[in-house]
């Protein structure tokens, strides 16, 4: 099964036409990551914070009804990293099939800087623009936090901005249980 086959029909379209593009400006992007187990998204936002962060978000999704979400940072387990996501498990489009992660060929391996240039141009800055010229969301043209490899569906950073803390946490029991 490709990355591509677990997102939702009508992202999965825009992100084939997304790599398309990028391959005809001459920028090979591969998907590395669609849908995403809310644990294995509780192990990538556990390594980059400490024993005291964790503690304390298990403790408040645990207060605020959300025991699944807590236990998927806990079975995730202690991990160190660096810091490659603000979203705790359910507040990442990867969970609700909305979000690809992509990494830049060059010569055939994989280039994950963002400085690095070629034809003068730096493939995830394509990629970004081209992201933005479809109408979804590319990680690399936030604001604060830049996720270059990242493209979403939404423009709401999680879906926490549709959805309360208990569904999303109901949600996620359902689908990841």
Same mark, same amino acid.
């Given at each position: =099964?490709?990355?591509?086959?677990?997102?939702?029909?009508?992202?999965? #379209?825009?992100? +084939?036409? &997304?790599?398309?593009?990028?391959?005809?400006?001459?920028?090979? =992007?591969?998907?590395?990551?669609?849908? @995403? !187990?809310?644990?294995?998204? $509780?192990?990538?936002?556990?390594?980059? @914070?400490?024993?005291?962060?964790?503690?304390?978000?298990?403790? #408040?999704?645990?207060? !605020?009804?959300?025991?699944? &979400?807590?236990?998927?940072?806990?079975?995730? $387990?202690?991990?160190?990293?660096?810091?490659?996501?603000?979203?705790?498990?359910?507040?990442?489009? !990867?969970?609700?099939?909305?979000?690809?992660?992509?990494?830049?060929?060059?010569?055939?391996?994989?280039?994950?800087?963002?400085?690095?240039?070629? *034809?003068?141009? *730096?493939?995830?800055?394509?990629?970004?623009?081209?992201?933005?010229?479809?109408?979804?969301?590319? $990680?690399?043209?936030?604001?604060?936090?830049?996720?270059?490899? !990242? +493209?979403?569906?939404?423009?709401?950073?999680?879906?926490? $901005?549709?959805?309360?803390?208990?569904?999303? *946490?109901?949600? =996620?029991?359902?689908?990841?249980?």
């Amino acid at each position: =099964m490709s990355v591509l086959d677990s997102l939702v029909p009508a992202f999965r #379209d825009k992100v +084939v036409q &997304l790599l398309a593009n990028c391959k005809a400006a001459g920028y090979e =992007m591969q998907p590395t990551a669609g849908l @995403r !187990h809310p644990v294995e998204q $509780g192990k990538l936002w556990r390594q980059s @914070r400490t024993k005291a962060e964790v503690d304390a978000k298990i403790a #408040d999704l645990q207060a !605020h009804g959300a025991a699944f &979400l807590a236990d998927c940072i806990i079975k995730a $387990g202690p991990h160190n990293g660096d810091h490659v996501t603000n979203s705790i498990p359910g507040l990442s489009w !990867h969970q609700w099939n909305e979000a690809v992660d992509c990494v830049w060929i060059v010569n055939g391996k994989e280039e994950w800087s963002v400085s690095k240039l070629v *034809n003068g141009k *730096n493939g995830y800055h394509v990629y970004a623009d081209e992201a933005k010229k479809l109408g979804l969301t590319a $990680g690399g043209l936030w604001s604060t936090f830049k996720d270059w490899p !990242h +493209v979403q569906l939404h423009s709401a950073p999680s879906p926490a $901005g549709d959805f309360s803390l208990q569904q999303i *946490n109901d949600t =996620m029991k359902r689908r990841f249980s």
